[in-house]
């Protein structure tokens, strides 16, 4: 069946401007997650749905970082006022329910360049 | 806090030779431990877990809770397993659906 896909795959803006990056999880996955994978952090939390609850956003790295989740399904995550830090490659997991006898599932990411 | 530490950036090894990534973990209660791997211009996916104990791709894991470790291990590398290791972990507490990653181990296997 098809995976979680992503979309933009690539993504190139300008210093200043907002961004938004969407998820599609797998049809039926209640849980979907974003990350973040920079150079020198590694790949970092940044917010859960359960449906389309966000019960944890504590790794939203500003208040320029904002999800939402409508219909239990598509996910988008929005970037305010860019900033070079912010660019890195943005992955979005879904999973069937949330915890940890359930696979995540990984989209194939977001590739995000702020110059 | 959770945190998930793999001290080697880069493992270079030669065809057939074993090959051993090492991940070690701070977390006070019990964990669950993956290991997950990224083929060149392919998507993050789950290699294997600490408690389905299987061998995948003639990969194995063992948690030592004493010593607080999940090294993945290969006895004979094959250049297909060239890739991105990263190891993680889920807590058992009320995060457990957050997954806590190490920095990654980028393993080269040469001809």
Sequence with gaps: ??????????KVTEKGKDVELRCDPISGHTALYWYRQSLGQGLEFLIYFQGNSAPDKSGLPSDRFSAERTGGSVSTLTIQRTQQEDSAVYLCASSPAPGGPYEQYFGPGTRLTVT | ?????????????????PVELKCNYSYSGSPELFWY????RQRLQLLLRHISRESIKGFTADLNKGETSFHLKKPFAQEEDSAMYY?????????????????????????
């Design chain 2, 1 to 17: 806090a959770q945190r998930v530490t793999q001290p080697e950036k880069l493992l270079s090894v030669f065809k057939g030779a």
């Design chain 1, 1 to 10: 069946g098809a995976g979680v896909s992503q979309s933009p795959s690539n």
């Design chain 2, 87 to 111: 190891c993680a972990l889920i807590g058992s507490g009320g995060s457990n659906y957050k997954l806590t990653f190490g920095k990654g181990t980028l393993l080269t296997v040469n001809p």
């Design chain 2, 37 to 40: 791997v990224q083929y060149s």
